[in-house]
Structure formats: C-alpha cells, structure tokens
C-alpha cells in the first residue's frame, strides 16, 4: 500500500518514475523509450565475460569426458525442465486462477480544512494526509468479507469542492480467483464501505466516523475500472499530468501529441472551488475507431469513474466546440496509437451558471428573441438549471418557442433523457429530432424551468421565442401540425411532409385519380413507375428537370425529376447519368426453387431461402451468438437497428463479429470483425424512434464473395413503394412469439406495407421514421432475433432490391392487426451517406 506516486516509483524503478512525471503541465508531449540503450550495455557485459581463465582448461577437458557429459546433460535437461515448468505454472495457471479487479473512487472528508499543499502529491501535507485515509480505506476492506481478496488502496488525489472538507479520489485493487470474481462487483464494494460509514453516523447527519475520519456518506462513489485505466495512470502510465485553473475566464492551454508512437494519458484539470471547468476541444486528430484503439473520454472527476463519463471523442474533430464540468474537476483519459495523432485545446475555470432570466414578449408575432440552453454553445452538462418567466402584453397572446432540432412532449412513465421542463408545473421531457418544432404555452405569463438530465453531456439547444394569439395559433387558412408548426390547409393530404412528422399526411382519405380534372393529380400517382390513369397522364415528362422536394429524385447534379424511383431502374433518367451509376446493388444470384413447400411455418409463417437468395442478409453475433441481423451496404460497411447496440458492453465492436454469405447457421462464407459501431445521435431507447445504426467492418468482404454476398440498394428519399412492390422480411429470428429455439435456416416472409394511418391506429406511437408491414392476418411478421435485419422490396417486372425498413419493434410477433415496425431507411439516406462516403 502506498500513495499513487509511491506505488509508481515501486513499480517502474525510482529513475524511470520521476522521468515519466517530468512531462510538460500545458504541454503534455510524449515519447515512447526505445530499448536501445539496454541492448548495448548487455552486449558489452556478455563480451566482457566471454574470455576464459587459463587454469580451468584442464578442467574443462576433464568434464568433457563422454561419461561426465551425459550426467551433465541430463543434470541440466532437468534443471532446466523444472524452471521452465514453474515459470508456466506463475504465468499461465496462476494468472488464470487469479485476476485483478479494480476500482476508482471518491468520497469527501468533512470537517477537514483544504490547504493548497494538498494539491501536490509530493508534499508532506499531502502524503501524510494520503496515508491517514490509506489506513482508513485499508482498515474498512481488512475487516470485510473480501478481506483475504483486498490487496491494495491508492489516494491518487485530494481536492476541495464549495462544500467544504477534503474530497478524496483513491484507486482499490482485489486479486480474484477467477470462481469467486462475483463477490468483489462494484454494488459490493460500495456497500461495504457505505455500510461501515452507515453504522458510525452518529447524528441525522450524513457524516459517518472511520477511525475517527468523518465521512460524508452521500459523498461515496465506488466504480470499477479497466485495468488499462488502473495502470494508465498509475504503475504503467507513459503520460500523466496535472493543470490548475487558478483564475477564473485565464485560458490555460492544452495540447497532447504522440509523433513516435502509442500512448495512453490521464491528464487532469481543477479550478477554485464554486466554479466549474469549460474544456475548449480545437482539434483531435485519430483514427476513427470506437474509443478502442483512439479515443479521448472526458470524466466529470478525476478518476476515470464510468457513471460520470461526461463525453468520450472516438472520432476526429475538426471543428472547435466545448463542454462543460458539474464541478471544479474534470478528468481527461486519452487513448492514442501509433502514428501522428495529437490534441489541441484549452480550459478555463468558468462561474457556475444558474439562470434566471424575465423576458418580456411583443404583442407582434413575428417580432422573435433566443433563449439559449446553459452555457450555450457549449455542450449542456449533466447537471444545470436554468429558468426563464416570460410576460406577454395581453391576457389573450401566449408564449410560443420555436426549437430547431428539439421536441417537449409531455412526461410519460419513463425518466426525461434529454432534458426536464417544469412550464407552469407541468412536466415535459425534452428530446432531440431532425426537424423544427414549436412548443406553444396558453398562458400570457408563464414560467419555463429547465433542468439538465442527460447522463452526459448533451447537445446545446436555443428556441426562438415569439407571442401568439391563444385562441388562433395559426394564421387563418392554416393546419396546426403535431409539430407545433402551421402549414396551409391546402397543404394536408398533398402527399408531402409539410409538417416535417407527416402529421399533415395522416387520416387522409384515399386520394382520388383525377386523371383528367382540372385539379393536378395526387402526387402519391405522379411518376411512381405505374400507370395510374388509363391516359398514361400520370407518368409523362417523369424526367423533365423541376424544383426538388423530398419526393423528387435528386441527381448528382443537384436538379430534380419526377420520376421517384429512378435510382438503378436501368433507364438514364438523370442528365448527368449519375442515377445509374454505384448500381452494384440489390441483385441477387440467380435462385434456385428449393426452399420449404409453401404452408410450412418459419420466421413468424415464413419459407426456407436458398442460397444466394438475399446476398445483403447478415447475421451480426454478440459473444459468438446470434443477436441481430444486418444489411450489407458496400465492402465495409452495414446498415443494422440502433437498439441492438443501445446497452454499455453491447455498443463495444470488440464483442461483435458479421457472418456474410450465410444461409444456414454456422456454415457463413465470411466472418468479418467489427471495427465501429455509429448509433444515430437522436436514437430514442424508449420511443425506438432513429432505431438505425451503421457498422464498419475492420476489413473489406473480399470481391470473391460476389454473389453470394452483395450489397442492397439504398432508396433514394424519394423512393416509393406501392402496392405492386414485393416486399420481404428475411432473418433467423424466432418463428413464434414463445419459441425458444432459432431456426438454422435463413427465413423470408412476403409483407405488405401497411398504411401510417392504420398503423397508428393499430399500434400508437409510430412515428414518421417509422414504417410498418405485416399481413392482417399477422401470419407474416418479423420476431425476435430479426431485429436490425433487411425488409427489402422490389419493383414490379423483377428490378432491383431496395432496403426499405430495418426490422426494429413490434407488439409481440404474428398478431392479427399488429404489424411489424421498421424503420424507414428513406429517410436516412442521406445520414447513411454521410458517414459511409
Ligand atoms: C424484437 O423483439 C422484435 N413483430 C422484432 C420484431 C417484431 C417484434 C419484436 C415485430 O426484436
């Protein structure tokens, strides 16, 4: 037991320690050490000892005789078989048994005055103070039921916070049979110590006696850490450093490069007391890679505790932006590999920010101020509040806030993820979307509460804020959308998302064919491929150039056409060609009849494939089972469902492996590692709203592979499937509801899709990034284990096939008038290209 630099010194030689802690405070460059140097000194050593002493010839002759030298191999086969035997038993057998298992942890000492001195680990007020709590730490786990697991206690840090006292950051460390590794987890290690602090409080206090240290009990936190985390900062760190904000609004640079190769780096910031750190991140220059290899996780303290991760950066930056601590501390833990990666920013200590603001609106509409989130534009930290009282100049005009990319929908049962609003007590949970939305409140002098209640740290959000006439929010011959947006009623039932949720495009009636009316035909009819009007009038001048919306095709050009599905239908449609061009896609290989006799159940009412038959499934397997399905996109890339990768361990690549060209299970062409995992930014764990996710794979899919594996073809967000489309949901989910056996062979099932407004009806929250397909009988559907997996669709007259939805949810799987849900890939096309391009 020691302090952390003691344990250091012990670990790496006394030398060797106060070189690696002699890296620069602003500017923590590292270099790794060669082994050089070492090299030579032995090979000068071994040259001086190789001449012989001349009176051991004889000797020498001696033992060189045939009887003596076999006793003397035989003497030295068996020492050395001995050696080589114990060495396996302490490396291999032992180290399997045993394991480290570590913890970071924190907890304040009250009544204890904060002198600076503890600031530095190498003062005497520090390490005396360190080894006080050493000995208390040591003294609650001693005397525990892990006593005989318990090996050591560091004191990293002291620190002071505007409650008072001595926080006091420590690493533990337990050595574990492998049989008994359950008996050290974190919610035990934590209770331990709380219950020892419990049965010392005294009073109604929280704090609780340790050998006469008082503890403030609701002060604990006890994590567990990697034991990469463990050792980068301790014995085994190539980089460490320590930087204090002094002065409140000073810019204290902060730069972090590895020219010569890999390093792993905790650097840690603190301010005074009562204000908080605003780290500034200019550039980060890594390769992109899932925080695994590269990556920078910034802590909400100093040690890397995982339930106060504030933001982990695992891809590069290149735009300047900033976050934001709950307190005076902030811990930065960098991973970077060989190659030319570095880190440039700064820090400054900030005044905590709690908002009050009186705002005062104009009886003009169209006369707008900001409200901006708590340290806009910064990112919002986990903790903040922040109120604004708005005053409206009549009784009659309310307070309407226009969000760019934010919606409050009222407090269900679930927790608010992203954000908790109080207006006029009521309760709304924020969230982020991919559209604008107006939040209107019928009152002329409400008041708005904001508190922060992400996990980390968030997206910072502004809203416009403007009066309304709360008896006729929107302007006459206006359509008051679920968005909160007014669009002209003329706009219902167009066709088009004018409302930006499709809320002016559901419970329409079927729109009639006015094939030869004066009124302009439906654009549902207007260039979908089909003849709709027996006068063809509904598919003429389908690529003349017209302006674009969401329902024309776009070419590469920028200039729109009609025609919807004009992407690799074989025809040039677009001026520029670029509508046939990257058309290696959704083609499977010639098929073979042989799948199961139709009225055999499989999927849920599903049939055999044959090989080749859909060359884009996947089978995504976590810890070596099957999962989830997947779509493949190109040669390293795959479209898969935001939720199958939603929980901690579930979003690491390391656990995942993709089985490509597979039909039956266990018998894949292909396994491929995963590289990266992106889960899109507004995927909703509640609603399964943005239920989308792409996988990079660590190595293309070899060419050879062609065709038994291929890429399907992503819909342009044009694309419009009717009702002539076939469509078809294939994966090795479950064939009922309650089985509890996969099916080995790869399923299909021919779906139709289903209306949004049944859908609604049927099923309640679907919202517009959501599509649903079934059968009413619902003896067709996707279950289990098809999550993530394609539902394809394909033109009538045998073109190509497009992903059209990602299986994501449903109301149990087979159910009469209960759908499956997919997600609607249309509407991320462009999200896809921009990460896959
Ligand atoms: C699931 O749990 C699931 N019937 C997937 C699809 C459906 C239901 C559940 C649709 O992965």
Known sequence: MGTEREAN????????????????????????????????KICRKYRKTRRKPKGLKRLQAHLLSIP???????????????????????????????????????????????????????????????????????????????????????????SNNDKGGVLVHFWMAFVVPQLRSQSVCEECVEAIFRDSVHSSMMNRSSVGYLLGLPVDMDSILINAVERWDYSSSGAGSQCAGKLYASLPGLSVPLNVFSPWGGVSCHVKLT????????????????????????????????????????????????????????????????????????????????????????????????????????FHPSLLPPQCFCTWKFETPSSALGVALQFENYVLKPKEVNGCEHGWWKVNEIIFCGSYVGHHTVFRIADHSPEVEFRCSSRISAQPFQASYSSYNISQPCPENHFLCSTGLCVEKSRRCDGLDDCQDESDEVFCSRPTKNCGGNSPLHPMFVCNGETDCTNGIDEINCTQETPCSAIRYQCNSGSCILKKNAKCDGILDCQDHSDEADCACGRPSSVKKTGSPPGRERIVGGDNSVEGEWPWQVSLHFSGNLYCGASVLSSDWLVSAAHCFSKERLSDPRYWSAHLGMLTQGSAKHVAEIQRIVVHEYYNEYTFDYDIALLQLKKPWPPSLSPLVQPVCLPPSSHAVTDSHRCVVTGWGYRHEDDKV??????????????QTDCKKSLGPVSSRMLCAGVPSGERDACRGDSGG????????????????????????????LPGVYTRVNKFTSWIYSHIS
């Open 790 to 817: 394609p539902l394809a669709c394909q033109a009538p007259g045998g073109g190509r096939w497009f992903l059209i939805g990602i299986v994501s949810w449903g109301s149990g799987c087979g159910r009469p008038n």
């Open 271 to 374: 301010s005074a007391p009562g204000s908080v750190i605003r780290l500034t991140v200019t550039s980060f220059v890594i390769e992109p890679s899932d925080c695994v290899s590269d990556g920078l996780s910034v802590y909400d303290a100093l040690l890397p505790m995982r339930g106060r991760i504030l933001h982990r950066m695992c891809e590069p930056v290149s735009s300047s932006f900033s976050l934001v601590s709950t307190s005076n501390v902030m811990l930065l833990s960098f991973r970077l590999t060989d190659g030319n990666k570095s880190f440039r920013g700064h820090f400054e200590a900030i005044a905590e920010e709690v908002s009050m603001s009186q705002i005062e609106t104009h009886i003009e509409p169209d006369i707008i101020g900001q409200i901006y989130s708590p």
């Open 9 to 40: 010194e012990k670990a790496s030689g006394e030398g060797d320690a106060s070189q690696l802690e002699a890296a620069s405070i602003a500017d923590v460059s590292v270099e790794v050490a060669t082994v050089d140097h070492t090299l030579h």
């Open 68 to 158: 003596h030298l076999a006793v003397i191999i035989t003497a030295v086969v068996f020492v050395v078989v001995v050696i080589m035997w114990s060495l396996l038993w302490v490396f291999l057998f032992r180290r399997e048994s045993n394991s480290g298992v570590y913890f970071a942890g924190m907890f304040r000492v009250a009544n204890v005055e904060f002198i600076p001195e503890y600031r530095q680990a190498e003062s005497r007020e520090f390490v005396s103070m360190a080894s006080k709590i050493q000995h208390v730490v040591s003294n609650v786990f001693k005397v525990s039921s892990v006593a005989r697991l318990y090996k050591q206690a560091i004191i990293s840090d002291l």
């Open 742 to 755: 996969l099916p080995s062979v790869l399923q299909k099932a021919d779906v139709s899709i289903v209306s």
